[in-house]
């Protein structure tokens, strides 16, 4: 099923619900009109390779979860302003027509290939890939399908170039200046001048809407790019193999803010597989909660399968010591990859976190309201609460109340916001 799949009428893949190029041409001819858009192909060479030791069923599954990171890095990073769309077979767009620099739109393509590059599982085995990306910046008055014209020439010139990962439409040079390998030492210092910001996610109760907690997120205002957001922040710290020290001073920022948070509010973190690599993460961890004041129980940890991939059997003790003294243990990203099942067996689970590309389509889609049906029966089976997130309308929620979900989190309350907005929130 690799192919693109056309809906009668409509270019929308079905594997992975992402727009087709007939839209995007039309997003472009658009977005041209306002005098700015760069635009980027994703191209996963490897998947021809993937087909062949996986079956195409096995194909589908890496392209569903790489469609899934291209639309979380996307909305996290560039907002509205930008789209998303599958090209065919494994080849992706993104484009933006937000004025953005050759610069940082190198420097966002470089943190979104190492972001599709994280390691997931197929069939039981630990699969990478390393996409390449073509870049350019359109010109003035370029109509959608001239531009992906361009954009295919430079894709196809890129996959006869062995060495390169990046190339722009008008040469094979980066672009000069700074890019993400130059951003390490700034966010060093950011690390050490404590510039690293803490945003809280709340989290509201679906059968009442009452306030319920937070998750944290972090945030990083550059002096030089602006705004940059978690996913991207992790891919500079992954760089310079800081991602366990970022993901720590998140932690202990946000224990610190929320120790002052009335009962029963609750806080999530986020952890990684670095975090779990270095080896003390449950001591590192009960000793941050020590020095915050903030109780165990109303701390939850959330985790995707992604952060068990590296050493699945050491995660699920360190997660067994932190149960043990109250913290809970949600499952994130649920319903996109590959092993969820075996976590859900393995692992001292209190909650499954639905990712946002299970929520879009339950109103118009009478299959996806199934499959949530099917998944929050499963969580009563189990024992576990259910929390959906990217919830943006209320008809969402309405769906989500009859399911019976516990909480959910998305723009239909709020979006993320600062510790001061978040304490004003708590007591209203």
């Known amino acids: 099923m690799n192919g693109t799949m056309l809906l009668p009428g409509d270019d929308r893949d079905v594997l992975t619900g992402l727009p087709g190029l007939e839209t995007a041409a039309l997003w472009l001819d658009g977005a041209g009109d306002t005098g700015f858009v760069q635009a980027m192909m994703v191209s996963l060479q490897r998947m021809p390779a993937v087909n062949l030791a996986y079956g195409m069923a096995g194909g589908d599954r890496v392209l569903v979860e790489v469609a899934r990171r291209l639309r979380d890095f996307v909305a996290d990073e560039l907002g509205p302003k930008a789209m998303v769309a599958r090209a065919a077979g494994g080849a992706f767009l993104v484009a933006s027509c937000a004025a953005l620099s050759r610069e940082r739109w190198q420097w966002l393509a470089e943190a979104l290939g190492r972001a599709i590059a994280r390691p997931l599982m197929v069939d039981g085995e630990r699969l990478s890939l390393a996409p390449r990306m073509a870049l350019l910046r359109g010109r003035p008055g370029e109509a959608g399908a001239a531009l992906l014209d361009r954009l295919d020439q430079v894709s196809g010139d890129l996959q006869r170039r062995s060495g390169r990962r990046v190339l722009w439409a008008d040469g094979s040079h980066p672009a000069r200046g700074r890019s993400a390998a130059s951003l390490e030492g700034d966010l060093l210092g950011a690390l050490h001048r404590d510039e690293i910001a803490v945003l809280f996610q709340p989290q509201f109760s679906v059968a009442t809407g009452a306030l319920a907690g937070a998750e944290a997120l972090a945030r990083w205002e550059h002096p030089g790019f602006g705004r940059i957001c978690a996913e991207t922040l992790f891919a500079v710290a992954d760089r310079g193999d800081h991602v366990a020290q970022l993901s720590r001073h998140i932690g202990k920022r946000?224990?610190?803010?929320?120790?002052?948070?009335?009962?029963?509010?609750?806080?999530?973190?986020?952890?990684?597989?670095?975090?779990?690599?270095?080896?003390?993460?449950?001591?590192?961890?009960?000793?941050?909660?020590?020095?915050?004041?903030?109780?165990?129980?109303?701390?939850?940890?959330?985790?995707?399968?992604?952060?068990?991939?590296?050493?699945?059997?050491?995660?699920?003790?360190?997660?067994?010591?932190?149960?043990?003294?109250?913290?809970?243990?949600?499952?994130?990203d649920f319903g996109t990859g590959f092993s969820n099942f075996r976590a859900l067996k393995a692992l001292p689970l209190d909650a499954l976190k639905l990712d946002r590309s299970l929520v879009v389509d339950i109103e118009q889609d009478p299959r996806d309201r199934a499959i949530l049906a099917a998944m929050v029966a499963m969580s009563r089976a189990l024992g576990l609460k259910v929390i959906a997130e990217g919830v943006e309308t209320a008809g969402q929620l309405a769906i989500l109340q009859d399911e019976g979900c516990d909480l959910f989190q998305g723009f239909l309350r709020s979006g993320p916001i600062s510790a001061e907005q978040f304490a004003a929130m708590a007591v209203a």
């Open 254 to 332: 946000a224990l610190a803010m929320a120790a002052s948070w009335p009962t029963p509010l609750r806080l999530s973190l986020n952890v990684t597989a670095e975090d779990f690599a270095v080896g003390d993460f449950a001591a590192s961890l009960k000793a941050a909660l020590e020095a915050s004041a903030f109780p165990a129980e109303r701390l939850t940890i959330e985790i995707t399968e992604q952060t068990l991939i590296t050493d699945f059997e050491a995660c699920a003790a360190a997660l067994r010591e932190l149960a043990a003294l109250g913290v809970s243990v949600a499952l994130d």
